[in-house]
């Protein structure tokens, strides 16, 4: 019971700081408010990254050079930064997209399986059903579908329209949309797979977690 109650807080203030990010990044897209402040926020997911990296990530020595060279950089070139706070959010959007597009792209070519297969087969055991085989396939390619859409919309939008409405697509729609496709990726989900082939929510996020937490990933 307060593993549940733990989980669901931790949810709820993730939920509320996705939407106080959006938020902000709009609003800095938008140009409104304090430039500097505007920046910093908008870097400062690049930073963690980087420090995260430095800390644990395979990319340790990568990370722990860029740090320096970066902070440097930027002290160098603020002022530019600091009124092309869009363009920094505009580069997080594409490459968060682009990035994710990869991630589950590459796994449909070549010998290994894809991406949703390997998921389903962490929770589920190493015996999948051709239905479901077919179906994790297809989800595969769904969300390699779905990323490259968002990074193109997003790039074609930055670069016709003001930022601001760019930034409405980007920042404010941009976590609902993925919301929307985990809605019809479950109704669809309902529609082929039979009961007993169904995962629930909680154990797709066990298996999503559990692919994070390897190496590779």
Not at 19 to 29: C, D, I, M, R
Not at 58 to 75: Q, S, T
């Amino acid at each position: 019971m307060t593993g549940s109650i733990g989980g669901a807080t931790r949810a709820l203030l993730a939920g509320l700081l996705a939407v106080a990010w959006a938020v902000a990044a709009h609003f800095g897209s938008s140009g409104r408010g304090d430039l500097d402040l505007n920046a910093a926020i908008a870097l400062a997911p690049i930073v963690f990254s980087l420090l995260a990296l430095a800390v644990r990530g395979p990319g340790r020595a990568l990370a722990m050079i860029a740090l320096p060279l970066g902070a440097a950089a930027l002290f160098m070139t603020w002022q530019t930064v600091r009124v092309n706070v869009a363009f920094l959010y505009f580069l997080q959007n594409f490459g968060v997209n682009l990035a994710l597009a990869t991630l589950f792209g590459r796994t449909l070519a070549g010998p290994g399986e894809p991406l949703v297969t390997r998921l389903a087969r962490t929770v589920e055991g190493p015996h999948l059903s051709p239905r479901k085989l077919h179906y994790t396939r297809q989800v595969t390619q769904a969300w390699t579908v779905f990323f490259i859409a968002n990074a193109s919309l997003s790039a074609g939008l930055y670069f016709t329209v003001s930022a601001e409405a760019w930034s409405i697509y980007a920042n404010l729609l941009g976590g609902p949309l993925v919301v929307a496709m985990f809605v019809a990726e479950h109704l669809w989900r309902r529609r082929v797979l039979p009961a007993a082939e169904r995962p629930s929510l909680a154990t797709v996020v066990r298996a999503w977690r559990q692919h994070r937490s390897t190496p590779a990933a």
